[in-house]
Protein backbone atom coordinates (compact mmCIF):
# COMPACT_ATOMS: atom_id res chain seq x y z
CA UNK A 1 0.00 0.00 0.00
CA UNK A 2 1.45 3.66 -1.18
CA UNK A 3 1.02 6.13 2.33
CA UNK A 4 1.34 9.12 0.54
CA UNK A 5 0.83 11.62 2.86
CA UNK A 6 -1.41 14.85 1.12
CA UNK A 7 -3.04 17.63 2.23
CA UNK A 8 -6.52 17.58 1.75
CA UNK A 9 -8.42 19.81 -0.74
CA UNK A 10 -9.24 23.41 0.07
CA UNK A 11 -12.80 24.06 1.33
CA UNK A 12 -15.46 25.49 -0.18
CA UNK A 13 -17.35 26.63 3.01
CA UNK A 14 -16.29 30.71 3.69
CA UNK A 15 -16.60 29.31 7.23
CA UNK A 16 -14.12 26.71 7.29
CA UNK A 17 -11.86 29.18 5.12
CA UNK A 18 -12.08 31.74 7.38
CA UNK A 19 -11.14 29.30 10.32
CA UNK A 20 -8.08 27.72 8.59
CA UNK A 21 -7.10 32.05 7.59
CA UNK A 22 -7.14 32.68 11.24
CA UNK A 23 -5.24 29.29 12.13
CA UNK A 24 -2.49 30.22 9.36
CA UNK A 25 -2.51 34.27 11.19
CA UNK A 26 -2.15 32.82 14.45
CA UNK A 27 1.23 33.64 16.22
CA UNK A 28 2.23 35.57 12.56
CA UNK A 29 2.48 39.11 14.40
CA UNK A 30 5.80 40.45 12.82
CA UNK A 31 3.43 42.27 9.57
CA UNK A 32 0.85 43.88 12.81
CA UNK A 33 1.81 47.23 12.89
CA UNK A 34 1.83 48.13 17.05
CA UNK A 35 -1.40 49.60 18.75
CA UNK A 36 -1.74 53.16 20.02
CA UNK A 37 -2.27 51.64 23.50
CA UNK A 38 1.31 49.80 22.85
CA UNK A 39 2.55 52.91 21.66
CA UNK A 40 1.24 54.68 24.76
CA UNK A 41 -0.80 57.08 22.42
CA UNK A 42 -3.85 56.61 23.51
CA UNK A 43 -5.45 57.91 26.39
CA UNK A 44 -8.70 56.56 28.75
CA UNK A 45 -11.00 60.28 29.65
CA UNK A 46 -13.29 59.06 32.45
CA UNK A 47 -16.06 61.47 34.11
CA UNK A 48 -17.34 63.41 31.14
CA UNK A 49 -20.04 65.59 31.09
CA UNK A 50 -23.17 63.90 29.33
CA UNK A 51 -22.64 67.29 26.82
CA UNK A 52 -18.96 66.39 25.69
CA UNK A 53 -18.99 65.59 22.15
CA UNK A 54 -15.87 64.38 19.88
CA UNK A 55 -15.31 67.65 18.90
CA UNK A 56 -15.04 69.14 22.69
CA UNK A 57 -12.65 66.16 23.48
CA UNK A 58 -10.37 66.51 20.17
CA UNK A 59 -10.19 70.55 20.45
CA UNK A 60 -9.65 69.98 24.07
CA UNK A 61 -6.67 67.95 24.24
CA UNK A 62 -5.36 69.07 20.91
CA UNK A 63 -3.15 71.64 23.00
CA UNK A 64 -0.91 68.51 24.29
CA UNK A 65 -0.08 67.36 20.86
CA UNK A 66 -1.60 66.47 17.18
CA UNK A 67 -5.01 64.57 17.99
CA UNK A 68 -5.35 62.01 15.24
CA UNK A 69 -8.76 60.16 16.95
CA UNK A 70 -10.99 60.96 19.86
CA UNK A 71 -14.36 59.24 20.56
CA UNK A 72 -16.97 59.44 22.85
CA UNK A 73 -18.55 56.45 23.80
CA UNK A 74 -22.44 56.11 23.61
CA UNK A 75 -24.94 53.34 24.90
CA UNK A 76 -26.08 52.04 21.85
CA UNK A 77 -29.90 51.93 23.57
CA UNK A 78 -30.51 55.30 24.86
CA UNK A 79 -28.22 57.07 22.40
CA UNK A 80 -26.25 58.80 24.97
CA UNK A 81 -22.56 59.26 26.40
CA UNK A 82 -21.25 56.69 28.87
CA UNK A 83 -19.68 59.30 30.05
CA UNK A 84 -15.82 58.43 28.75
CA UNK A 85 -13.89 58.36 26.07
CA UNK A 86 -10.79 57.80 24.31
CA UNK A 87 -8.15 60.03 22.56
CA UNK A 88 -5.74 59.42 20.55
CA UNK A 89 -2.51 61.13 19.51
CA UNK A 90 -0.19 61.23 16.55
CA UNK A 91 2.94 58.96 16.87
CA UNK A 92 5.84 60.15 18.46
CA UNK A 93 4.00 63.57 19.79
CA UNK A 94 4.07 62.31 23.38
CA UNK A 95 0.58 64.38 23.66
CA UNK A 96 -0.78 61.54 26.03
CA UNK A 97 2.65 61.87 27.87
CA UNK A 98 1.92 65.74 27.78
CA UNK A 99 -1.86 65.31 28.95
CA UNK A 100 -0.75 63.14 32.12
CA UNK A 101 1.71 65.16 33.07
CA UNK A 102 -0.44 68.26 32.87
CA UNK A 103 0.17 70.29 36.35
CA UNK A 104 -4.01 71.31 36.95
CA UNK A 105 -6.47 68.62 36.45
CA UNK A 106 -8.69 68.50 33.37
CA UNK A 107 -11.89 69.91 32.93
CA UNK A 108 -14.16 69.88 30.13
CA UNK A 109 -17.55 71.63 30.85
CA UNK A 110 -17.26 72.67 33.87
CA UNK A 111 -16.49 69.49 34.93
CA UNK A 112 -13.43 67.59 36.01
CA UNK A 113 -12.32 64.43 33.93
CA UNK A 114 -10.28 61.39 35.22
CA UNK A 115 -7.15 60.55 32.32
CA UNK A 116 -5.14 57.17 32.18
CA UNK A 117 -2.98 55.80 29.80
CA UNK A 118 -5.38 53.64 28.00
CA UNK A 119 -4.52 49.62 27.88
CA UNK A 120 -5.36 46.56 25.33
CA UNK A 121 -8.48 45.15 25.96
CA UNK A 122 -7.92 42.07 27.82
CA UNK A 123 -4.95 44.24 29.34
CA UNK A 124 -4.19 44.90 33.00
CA UNK A 125 -7.54 45.67 35.14
CA UNK A 126 -8.10 48.83 36.97
CA UNK A 127 -5.12 49.90 34.52
CA UNK A 128 -6.78 52.65 31.95
CA UNK A 129 -9.60 51.56 29.65
CA UNK A 130 -9.39 50.53 26.22
Known amino acids: ?19 QQH ?7 SNQTP ?3 SL ?3 IFVGGLHLGVDREALKTYFSQFGCVVDA ?11 RGFGFVTFEDGSMGAQRA ?9 LDKFVEIKLATPK ?3 PGVGGG
Not at 23 to 29: I, K, L, R, T, V
Open 122 to 124: GGD
Open 40 to 42: QNK
Open 71 to 81: IVMVDPIHRRS
Open 35 to 37: SPE
Open 100 to 108: MAHNTPHKL
Open 23 to 29: ANNAGNN
Open 1 to 19: MNAKHQQPPPSNNPSQQQQ
